[in-house]
């Protein structure tokens, strides 16, 4: 096979997943309005390397690891409101008008995000467990703008596993 014939050949035995075909769930705050999640960031991890010196050289291996923050994006109607729904979230972390702030067992919850072939079966699935909100914002209201109102949520998962 000439080197050109390589380059040109795409496996169309394969299809690749796609960044629009995904649902995902946050048990006990958003399970059956999953159409509200517009953007979701997969999961990322950063592994420490530790040094090994010796004489003139270093050597690595692997240190801690730790899951990187997952960014959400949200829509938020009129009606079940997103800013709502996450608001009560938000309040099982810390309560802005009495000051009281909540246990880890409440307010951390587990997502699950699934990815899906052309004809909507799950082919992937990551849990996300115990996430913790690290921050929200509810958007902008702007008067020259008739951009739909988003909410940028980022959440700090303990651990990620990819099921399937």
Known sequence: MAVGEMLIK?????????SNRFYATITDVLQTETWLIR???????????V????????????GKYTWDEVNIEF?????????QILMEWVRLHAESITGRMGY???????????????????VEKWTLQQCMITSVDFGDSDYSSDDLVKISLTVQPYKCILNY
């Open 75 to 83: 829509l938020d109607p009129i009606g079940p409101s997103a800013s």
């Open 104 to 122: 880890a067992a409440g307010y951390k919850k587990d997502i699950i995000l699934y990815s899906l072939d052309p004809t909507g079966v799950e």
């Open 10 to 18: 795409v496996p169309f035995d394969y299809e690749p997943k796609r």
């Open 51 to 62: 040094d090994i010196d010796y004489m003139n050289e270093k050597n690595y291996v692997a």
């Open 39 to 49: 953007k979701f960031k997969r999961p990322s991890l950063k592994i420490n390397k």
